[in-house]
């Protein structure tokens, strides 16, 4: 038996509407060379495991948060002395807590057996956005309008840097909602925590 701990890096954000539910079924990338080696790894790590004769179980965790946690993460945007330049503010950070990802994870480890597809996304439906994890960080937000960002990538992709390129722009800020269902169903609920107070928490 396998527990691969994979990520959502590995789903093709360009290929989801805005405002779309992220989930299992959700296309997985194939544009790779304008995606970042983790990206490009992690589908490898999920096409070598299918390759085996493996009782295979795949999860793939959001962002990993934990208590007094002001960790950075890309998905909020770029820094700039106090100021994060960003986009769609508003939006949610898929994030999960690491107490309840490691729960999830053993829970996964030792079920006897999954019924249908054993990939299961692992991320709290109440997950923090973006403007609220930057705020965490002490920063403020410098948003600029997501039509502005993508039009310019979308004119100029063939000559901008890669972190630039449409497929990267997507994965960090396509405005999306995130569901948690099949995890629950198949490990049961999770606390229902509240992230931004367990990111205020002391450490």
């Known amino acids: 038996r396998l527990v691969l701990v994979s990520s959502f890096s590995v789903y093709d954000y360009v290929a ?25 790894a992690k589908l490898a790590q999920e096409e070598a ?18 208590a007094g946690d002001r960790a950075w993460t890309s998905l909020v945007g ?6 994060i330049v960003t986009s769609a503010p508003d939006a949610q950070i898929p994030a999960i807590h690491v107490d309840d990802c490691a729960a999830q994870l053993v829970k996964l480890a030792t079920l006897d057996t999954i019924k249908g597809d054993p990939v299961l996304n692992l991320v709290s439906p109440n997950s923090p956005t973006r ?13 600029l309008p997501k039509g502005v960002l993508f039009g310019c990538s979308k004119l100029f992709g063939a000559i901008l840097p890669n972190g630039l390129g449409l497929p990267k722009l997507a994965a960090r800020f396509k405005p999306l909602r995130y569901d948690a269902a099949r995890a ?19 450490t």
């Open 78 to 83: 770029w820094k700039l002395g106090p100021f």
């Open 49 to 66: 495991a299918k390759r085996k004769d493996l009782d295979l179980r795949i999860a793939r965790p959001a962002v990993i948060y934990a």
């Open 184 to 202: 629950e169903a198949i490990l049961g609920p999770r606390p229902d925590r509240d992230a931004l107070a367990a990111m205020k928490e002391p």
């Open 16 to 40: 989801l509407a805005d405002g779309a539910v992220l989930d299992e079924t959700a296309k997985l990338e194939t544009n790779l060379d304008k995606r970042d080696a983790y990206t490009r």
């Open 131 to 143: 403007r609220d994890w930057i705020k965490v960080m002490g920063l403020k937000p410098l948003a």
